[in-house]
């Protein structure tokens, strides 16, 4: 059974940084894309970032020129670069790998922006 750990989250002060990282336990075959997502109170669940296979990486507004996306296919790794961090960054992030048979996503850690 395939498990996704995650780590990195905390609290950091505004303009500050945190790298987050998300670990595939089990075997995962053909993974065609790993991201993360994050959701904060009151507010939907909404993309931050994700790469394909082929290392195409897709971001949102918000978070573009400060956040970076990377994988490590060998670990099946995902990893989140957060920098120039703002209180409205601030919300439980979660990692998500998926396939054309499977979708997986981890228990989510919470990063928290305050002075």
């Known amino acids: 059974q395939v498990q996704l750990v995650e780590s990195g989250g905390g609290l950091v002060q505004p303009g500050g940084s945190l790298r987050l990282s998300c670990a595939a336990s089990?075997?995962?075959?053909?993974?065609?894309?790993m991201g993360w997502y994050r959701q904060a109170p009151g507010k939907q669940r909404e993309l931050v970032a994700a790469?394909?296979?082929?290392?195409?990486?897709d971001y949102a507004d918000s978070v573009k020129g400060r956040f970076t996306v990377s994988r490590e296919n060998a670990k099946n790794t995902v990893y989140l670069q957060m920098n120039s961090l703002k209180p409205g960054d601030t919300a439980v992030y979660y990692c998500?790998?998926?396939?054309?048979?499977?979708?997986?996503w981890g228990q989510g850690t919470q990063v928290t922006v305050s002075s």
């Open positions: 998500r790998i998926w396939g054309g048979l499977y979708d997986y």
């Open positions: 089990g075997s995962i075959f053909s993974i065609k894309g």
């Open positions: 790469i394909t296979s082929g290392g195409n990486t």
